[in-house]
Structures are given as structure tokens and as C-alpha cells.
Nanobody, 120 residues
Framework: QVDLVESGGGLVQAGGSLRLSCAASGSIFSINSMNWYRQAPGKQRELVAAITSGDYTNYADSVKGRFTISRDNAKNTVYLQMNSLKPEDTAVYYC??????????????WGQGTQVTVSS
């Protein structure tokens, strides 16, 4: 079992910045991909950013150049630095990780979500 604890959400004005964190704990052997998704009211959940164990990153077009995903493997933590925030970034943000307990099989876990609200 893995616990994911997210933090860093909140209310910010347009143009501002927030930094989200998601820390994984448990009997973890390794973590492959670490990802951030978001879901706005009435919309489907969408991938915002992803980072692999080799630090390869991928971003949604809507956040490229504004958001940066990073990870600290020693802390089993993934971060999302969000700059130049826009009202359309308002959503609940979820972390999603692929965890292995034995180096063979991967298991997916979701965080509980953290609200990000950007006012105009």
C-alpha cells in the first residue's frame, strides 16, 4: 500500500505562482512515472505533466513554458511548479504514480487531489 500526500494548492491571482508537492510513502522499491493530472468542473481529467524515472518530461500544450515538473527520488516526491497562472488553470490537481514493490510489477496510485483556484 502507498500513501500519497499532496500539498501546495490554494487561491492565487492570475499571473501568480504555486508549487504543488506529492509525497509517496510505503514499502516502495521504485517509482517509474510520476504525473500530475487536473480536473476542472464539468470536464474530463487531463494529463498536465509527467516525468519518468530517467527524468524525461512531457507537458500538455496548454501549460508548456509555464509549468515545470520535477522529482526528488530520495524523498519519493514529485513537484509541479506553476507560473503565470491563468483562470483556466483552475481545477483539482491529482498526482498519479506508478510504483513497484519488488522491481517487477507496477501499481498505479492516485493522490487525494488539491484545489487550485486562479482568480482573474
Amino acid at each position: 500500500q502507498v500513501d500519497l500526500v499532496e500539498s501546495g494548492g490554494g487561491l492565487v491571482q492570475a499571473g501568480g505562482s504555486l508549487r504543488l508537492s506529492c509525497a509517496a510513502s510505503g514499502s516502495i522499491f521504485s517509482i517509474n512515472s510520476m504525473n500530475w493530472y487536473r480536473q476542472a468542473p464539468g470536464k474530463q481529467r487531463e494529463l498536465v505533466a509527467a516525468i519518468t524515472s530517467g527524468d524525461y518530461t512531457n507537458y500538455a500544450d496548454s501549460v508548456k513554458g509555464r509549468f515545470t515538473i520535477s522529482r526528488d527520488n530520495a524523498k519519493n516526491t514529485v513537484y509541479l511548479q506553476m507560473n503565470s497562472l491563468k483562470p483556466e488553470d483552475t481545477a483539482v490537481y491529482y498526482c498519479y504514480v506508478d510504483v513497484s514493490f519488488d522491481g517487477q510489477y507496477q501499481y498505479a496510485y492516485w493522490g487525494q487531489g488539491t484545489q487550485v483556484t486562479v482568480s482573474s
